[in-house]
Nanobody
C-alpha cells in the first residue's frame, strides 16, 4: 500500500520557522514528482512547492518563493519543506503529494498528483 505520512507541523509565531517532513512507503518515489499543497479554512487547496526529480529545479508558488524550500532524499524516500519567515496567512493544513508519472518539470495542479498524505496542521500566530 502506497502511503505518505507528514510530520513537523505545529504552532509558531509570525517570523518563525518550521520544517515539514514526509515519508513515503509502499513504493519508491525516486525519479518521480513530489510536492506540497496546502488548504486554509474556507479556501481551496493550493499549490506550495514541487520537485519533478532530484536533479531538477523546484517550483514554488509566488506567495512562498524565497521563504520556503523543498528538498528530497530519494535514498530515504522522503521530501521536506523548510518554511522560514512564516506569516499568519501561511496557516493551513499542509499535504505531501506524489505522482507515479515521470515529469521533466514540476507540476502545480492538484490533479497532477495521485498520492496524498493525510495532512499536517501549521498555525502561524500574529
Amino acid at each position: 500500500q502506497v502511503q505518505l505520512v507528514e510530520s513537523g507541523g505545529g504552532l509558531v509565531q509570525a517570523g518563525g520557522s518550521l520544517r515539514l517532513s514526509c515519508a513515503a512507503s509502499g513504493r519508491t518515489f525516486s525519479g518521480y514528482p513530489l510536492g506540497w499543497f496546502r488548504q486554509a479554512p474556507g479556501k481551496e487547496r493550493e499549490f506550495v512547492a514541487a520537485s519533478a526529480r532530484s536533479a531538477g529545479i523546484p517550483l514554488y508558488a509566488a506567495s512562498v518563493k524565497g521563504r520556503f524550500a523543498i528538498s528530497r532524499d530519494d535514498a530515504k524516500n522522503t521530501v521536506d519543506l523548510q518554511m522560514n519567515a512564516l506569516k499568519p496567512e501561511d496557516t493551513a493544513v499542509y499535504y505531501c503529494v506524489a505522482s507515479r508519472r515521470v515529469e521533466v518539470i514540476p507540476r502545480m495542479r492538484a490533479s497532477d498528483y495521485d498520492t496524498w498524505g493525510q495532512g499536517t496542521q501549521v498555525t502561524v500566530s500574529s
